[in-house]
């Protein structure tokens, strides 16, 4: 991890600069490239700034915490929703009084289109700068992590399992679409869109345990389980077309059995959010849900903001507007 303060600032007074987090590795490594140009325009439209870059996963919670013990009041995270996710994990565990800010740069940018941040870096940088603050909610996941210890983690967009996050481990997949220019507008898009495509093919339900609020627990199959905080996951797929990041609730939609063709042929409703309408798609307000395998010995991993933390049973539960986030006026 490496830290250093733009070459129109001074040291003396740095910690009350706003801190930049970069995930250079973001936009398959195009934010890496065009970094110097990024940083030339931002600073020119949005002023003095000091600026963090990640080395590994994990980074942006740690330089987040940092930032809060140096007395920071802005930090603004520069990479895509993981990169999001990350900062404001660092942000919500120290409990600081510390804003958030988004500098898009990344495949799926869900989080953006829910803030409604431009991508051009001048015209985020001069809302980064000029926009108003907004307290949201957050989502808080209690898992099992990839080495079977229970952890909790915050995330902003939406946690699921089933299609959506067999989707993820294909996007993350080396190799895929290599053929698209590094940092396309088309990459991220269509890696989900194959992805998608891929699985469906070798499509199954899911059958687990659920237990919403202070209802009994039931049986559900699903085919995707979406607990969402915003209404945007998977690169643009609108999930839950109707939530609202600051009501206290989360949008929890399931995706029931449905067969192949018909998910290949109504796909398109996932982005225009209008599968709300498809009988085999439900969804439900709520403030807590307890979630486990049907089968003990299944292991069924989660997707939490685009990153595969670690698999069910999970407990989430909202916390009401727990974050600060600059977002356009």
């Not at 990344?106 to 870096?121: E, K, Y």
């Not at 989900?192 to 209802?215: C, G, H, M, N, P």
């Not at 498809?278 to 069924?300: G, N, Q, W």
């Amino acid at each position: 991890m490496s830290e250093k303060t733009s070459k129109s600032s001074s040291n003396n007074g740095a910690s009350n600069l706003p801190l930049v987090i970069v995930n250079p590795k973001s936009a398959a490594g195009a934010t890496a490239s065009r970094w110097a140009e990024t940083a030339s325009d931002f600073r020119a439209h949005f002023g003095a700034f000091q600026v963090a870059f990640t080395k590994k996963p994990g980074d942006g919670v740690e330089l987040a915490k940092r930032g809060a013990a140096q007395g920071r009041k802005f930090i603004i995270a520069c990479g895509g929703d993981g990169t999001i996710n990350e900062v404001a994990n660092g942000i919500l565990e120290s409990g600081a009084d510390i804003e958030l800010g988004v500098l898009p740069s990344g495949t799926g940018g869900d989080f953006r289109r829910t803030l409604g941040m431009p991508t051009a870096v001048r015209e985020a940088a001069k809302s980064l700068r000029t926009g108003a603050t907004k307290l949201i909610d957050a989502g808080k996941v209690t898992f099992f992590n990839h080495e079977g210890e229970q952890i909790s983690r915050y995330f902003l967009n939406v946690s699921s399992f089933g299609l959506s996050a067999s989707i993820n481990e294909r996007v993350k997949a080396k190799g895929l679409l290599k053929w698209l220019p590094v940092g396309s507008a088309m990459r991220g898009k269509a890696k989900f869109a194959l992805s998608t495509l891929q699985e469906v093919l070798d499509l199954d339900y899911t059958t687990v345990r659920v237990k919403i609020d202070d209802a009994e627990e039931k049986l559900l199959n699903t085919l995707n389980f979406c607990v969402a905080n915003s209404r945007y996951f998977g690169g643009g797929m609108k999930i839950a077309p109707n939530a609202l990041i600051n009501d206290g609730f989360f949008d929890v939609v399931n995706i029931g059995d449905m067969r192949t063709a018909k998910i290949i042929l109504n796909a398109y409703t996932l982005y225009q959010g209008t599968h709300l309408d498809l009988k085999e798609v439900k969804s439900v307000l709520a403030r807590k849900i307890e979630v486990s395998p049907a089968d003990k010995t299944r292991e069924i991993h989660i997707e939490t903001d685009g990153e595969l933390p670690g698999k069910l049973p999970a407990i989430y539960e909202i916390v009401p507007l727990a974050l600060k986030v600059r977002v356009p006026k």
